[in-house]
């Protein structure tokens, strides 16, 4: 069983048709389901696989209980650092995530930092990721760091600086590797 870590960005409130339909495959293929426990895309996708009464799936979360596990499923706390705030709060549950997925889906907003890195957290460990980019209504598959500069590149300056400033020393040297 191949594991998949789905997530996106949370101001996506609606699916995409064509990640409904991946993710309806890869309820029929029984693979396993990674994903966090964020408002937006995160939650509409639990929500589908809740519907089909998936049960192969865990919620990585960073506070006590998860903000949405709408599946009563596993749940797995990853504590964030000492210290963290905003966003780092939740950086680790998803660099976890991406230790343990085989592939990834993400829907991305052509906007999301968090979105964005979990696409690089993917390409750094050899894992590829299918991105529906919903601001620019394409598809691509990130396979690694050269395609991840690719996706990045159709980001505006300020998406690209959010990015750069959210990044760890790891990641950012995975790419200047």
Not at 21 to 40: C, K, N, S, T, W
Not at 58 to 75: I, K, M, S, T, Y
Not at 111 to 136: F, H, K, Q, W
Request: hydrophobic share 45%.
């Amino acid at each position: 069983m191949a594991m998949i870590f789905l997530g996106g960005s949370r101001d996506i409130l609606e699916l995409p048709v064509p990640a409904i339909e991946r993710i309806g495959a890869i309820v029929a293929a029984e693979h396993g389901v990674l994903i966090g426990d964020a408002p937006g895309a995160d939650a509409e996708m639990q929500s589908l696989l809740a519907g089909y009464n998936y049960e192969h799936v865990g919620v990585f979360h960073a506070g006590a209980e998860p903000r949405n596990n709408l599946g009563d499923w596993a749940a797995y706390p990853v504590p964030p650092p000492e210290g963290a705030r905003g966003f780092a709060i939740h950086a680790e549950k998803d660099r976890e995530m991406a230790r343990r997925a085989d592939f990834g889906l993400m829907v991305w907003n052509g906007e999301s930092p968090g979105t964005c890195l979990n696409v690089l957290r993917l390409a750094i460990t050899g894992s590829p990721c299918v991105v529906y980019d919903t601001m620019r209504g394409v598809v691509a598959s990130v396979h690694n760091t050269v395609d991840w500069r690719a996706m990045l590149h159709h980001a505006g300056p300020e998406v690209r600086c959010d990015v750069e400033a959210r990044m760890s020393a790891n990641e950012r040297g995975a790419l200047e590797a």
